[in-house]
Protein backbone atom coordinates (compact mmCIF):
# COMPACT_ATOMS: atom_id res chain seq x y z
CA UNK A 1 0.00 0.00 0.00
CA UNK A 2 3.17 2.18 0.05
CA UNK A 3 2.90 2.78 -3.71
CA UNK A 4 -0.32 4.36 -3.63
CA UNK A 5 -0.03 8.16 -4.43
CA UNK A 6 -1.80 10.93 -3.30
CA UNK A 7 -3.90 10.95 -6.29
CA UNK A 8 -5.14 6.96 -5.68
CA UNK A 9 -5.97 7.65 -2.53
CA UNK A 10 -7.51 10.72 -3.08
CA UNK A 11 -10.30 8.33 -5.53
CA UNK A 12 -10.39 5.69 -3.16
CA UNK A 13 -11.54 8.05 -0.77
CA UNK A 14 -14.11 10.12 -3.05
CA UNK A 15 -15.15 6.82 -4.02
CA UNK A 16 -15.60 5.24 -0.57
CA UNK A 17 -17.49 8.67 0.15
CA UNK A 18 -19.70 8.35 -2.52
CA UNK A 19 -20.45 4.39 -1.62
CA UNK A 20 -21.50 5.54 1.80
CA UNK A 21 -23.69 8.50 0.64
CA UNK A 22 -25.74 6.06 -2.34
CA UNK A 23 -26.30 3.68 1.02
CA UNK A 24 -27.49 5.91 3.14
CA UNK A 25 -30.02 7.99 0.80
CA UNK A 26 -31.06 4.26 -0.51
CA UNK A 27 -31.99 3.13 3.12
CA UNK A 28 -33.59 6.89 3.34
CA UNK A 29 -35.68 6.31 0.15
CA UNK A 30 -36.84 2.40 1.17
CA UNK A 31 -37.96 3.76 4.52
CA UNK A 32 -40.32 6.13 2.39
CA UNK A 33 -41.01 3.26 0.38
CA UNK A 34 -42.25 1.71 3.99
CA UNK A 35 -44.40 4.24 4.85
CA UNK A 36 -45.87 4.71 1.72
CA UNK A 37 -46.51 1.16 1.88
CA UNK A 38 -48.51 1.16 5.18
CA UNK A 39 -50.21 4.52 3.69
CA UNK A 40 -51.48 2.21 1.27
CA UNK A 41 -52.62 -0.08 3.72
CA UNK A 42 -54.72 2.62 6.01
CA UNK A 43 -56.19 4.73 3.34
CA UNK A 44 -56.40 1.56 -0.07
CA UNK A 45 -54.94 4.61 -2.37
CA UNK A 46 -52.12 2.97 -4.15
CA UNK A 47 -51.22 5.82 -6.60
CA UNK A 48 -48.53 7.58 -4.85
CA UNK A 49 -46.66 3.95 -3.69
CA UNK A 50 -46.95 3.28 -7.70
CA UNK A 51 -45.26 6.38 -8.74
CA UNK A 52 -42.89 6.38 -6.12
CA UNK A 53 -41.51 2.55 -6.95
CA UNK A 54 -41.65 3.33 -10.99
CA UNK A 55 -39.21 6.60 -9.82
CA UNK A 56 -37.17 4.73 -6.92
CA UNK A 57 -35.63 2.55 -9.58
CA UNK A 58 -34.72 5.68 -11.84
CA UNK A 59 -32.74 7.09 -9.20
CA UNK A 60 -30.97 4.36 -8.42
CA UNK A 61 -29.51 4.41 -12.08
CA UNK A 62 -29.14 8.19 -11.97
CA UNK A 63 -26.69 7.43 -8.75
CA UNK A 64 -24.84 4.55 -10.16
CA UNK A 65 -23.84 6.76 -13.72
CA UNK A 66 -23.11 9.87 -11.44
CA UNK A 67 -19.50 8.75 -11.65
CA UNK A 68 -18.98 8.70 -15.20
CA UNK A 69 -20.92 11.82 -15.73
CA UNK A 70 -18.48 13.85 -13.41
CA UNK A 71 -15.89 12.36 -15.20
CA UNK A 72 -17.45 14.30 -18.59
CA UNK A 73 -18.26 17.23 -17.23
CA UNK A 74 -14.39 17.60 -16.64
CA UNK A 75 -13.81 17.32 -20.56
CA UNK A 76 -12.98 20.17 -22.24
CA UNK A 77 -15.91 20.51 -24.90
CA UNK A 78 -19.47 21.64 -25.95
CA UNK A 79 -22.21 19.75 -24.10
CA UNK A 80 -24.45 17.10 -26.19
CA UNK A 81 -27.43 14.65 -25.95
CA UNK A 82 -26.91 11.07 -27.67
CA UNK A 83 -30.44 10.92 -28.69
CA UNK A 84 -29.82 7.16 -30.43
CA UNK A 85 -28.65 5.64 -27.56
CA UNK A 86 -31.94 7.45 -25.50
CA UNK A 87 -34.39 6.75 -28.27
CA UNK A 88 -32.97 3.20 -28.69
CA UNK A 89 -32.39 1.73 -24.99
CA UNK A 90 -33.99 4.89 -22.89
CA UNK A 91 -37.84 4.75 -24.19
CA UNK A 92 -37.88 1.21 -24.19
CA UNK A 93 -36.48 1.29 -20.54
CA UNK A 94 -39.18 3.60 -19.56
CA UNK A 95 -41.83 1.60 -20.66
CA UNK A 96 -40.83 -0.63 -18.57
CA UNK A 97 -39.67 1.36 -15.94
CA UNK A 98 -43.26 3.03 -15.73
CA UNK A 99 -45.22 -0.40 -17.16
CA UNK A 100 -46.81 -1.29 -13.17
CA UNK A 101 -48.14 2.89 -13.14
CA UNK A 102 -49.77 2.34 -16.86
CA UNK A 103 -51.06 -0.82 -15.99
CA UNK A 104 -53.41 0.59 -13.53
CA UNK A 105 -54.05 3.62 -15.31
CA UNK A 106 -56.71 3.97 -17.74
CA UNK A 107 -54.60 3.30 -20.85
CA UNK A 108 -53.77 0.03 -19.04
CA UNK A 109 -56.17 -2.27 -21.06
CA UNK A 110 -54.22 -1.13 -24.29
CA UNK A 111 -50.70 -1.90 -23.59
CA UNK A 112 -48.44 -3.38 -25.71
CA UNK A 113 -46.80 -6.64 -23.94
CA UNK A 114 -48.73 -6.79 -20.87
CA UNK A 115 -49.96 -10.35 -20.45
CA UNK A 116 -45.72 -11.04 -20.84
CA UNK A 117 -44.37 -8.33 -18.73
CA UNK A 118 -46.79 -9.33 -15.88
CA UNK A 119 -46.58 -12.95 -16.90
CA UNK A 120 -42.54 -13.50 -16.04
CA UNK A 121 -41.41 -10.06 -15.19
CA UNK A 122 -43.95 -9.12 -11.76
CA UNK A 123 -42.18 -6.14 -10.06
CA UNK A 124 -38.62 -7.17 -10.66
CA UNK A 125 -39.03 -6.31 -14.44
CA UNK A 126 -40.26 -2.78 -14.48
CA UNK A 127 -37.03 -1.90 -11.23
CA UNK A 128 -34.49 -3.39 -13.59
CA UNK A 129 -36.22 -1.31 -16.27
CA UNK A 130 -35.84 1.65 -14.18
CA UNK A 131 -32.11 1.27 -13.08
CA UNK A 132 -31.44 0.85 -16.87
CA UNK A 133 -33.39 4.37 -17.78
CA UNK A 134 -31.80 6.02 -15.22
CA UNK A 135 -28.46 4.81 -15.91
CA UNK A 136 -28.81 5.56 -19.64
CA UNK A 137 -30.76 9.21 -18.96
CA UNK A 138 -27.56 10.67 -16.95
CA UNK A 139 -24.89 8.69 -19.58
CA UNK A 140 -26.79 10.00 -22.87
CA UNK A 141 -25.72 13.59 -21.73
CA UNK A 142 -21.88 13.75 -23.69
CA UNK A 143 -19.32 16.04 -24.37
CA UNK A 144 -19.22 16.53 -28.46
CA UNK A 145 -15.63 15.86 -29.63
CA UNK A 146 -14.54 18.89 -31.35
CA UNK A 147 -14.60 18.76 -34.89
CA UNK A 148 -10.83 20.05 -35.54
CA UNK A 149 -9.57 17.46 -33.41
CA UNK A 150 -10.67 14.45 -35.14
CA UNK A 151 -9.19 16.06 -38.20
CA UNK A 152 -5.83 16.40 -37.06
CA UNK A 153 -5.52 12.90 -35.55
CA UNK A 154 -3.08 11.45 -37.55
CA UNK A 155 -4.10 8.46 -39.97
CA UNK A 156 -2.75 4.68 -38.65
Do not use: H
Not at 1 to 16: A, D, H, Q
Not at 45 to 71: E, H, Q, T
Not at 95 to 105: H, R, V
Amino acid sequence: MGTWKGSKWRRFVSYLAYSIFCGILILQMLRVQVLLQEQVRVTFKSMPLLVYSAFFPVIIGILLGIPGFVRTCRQPAAWSFDWVKFIAVGVPSLYGSLFIWLYFSPVGSNLPFASTVLGFGGSTFPAICGIVFGYILIGCFRKAERKDAKQSAPIS
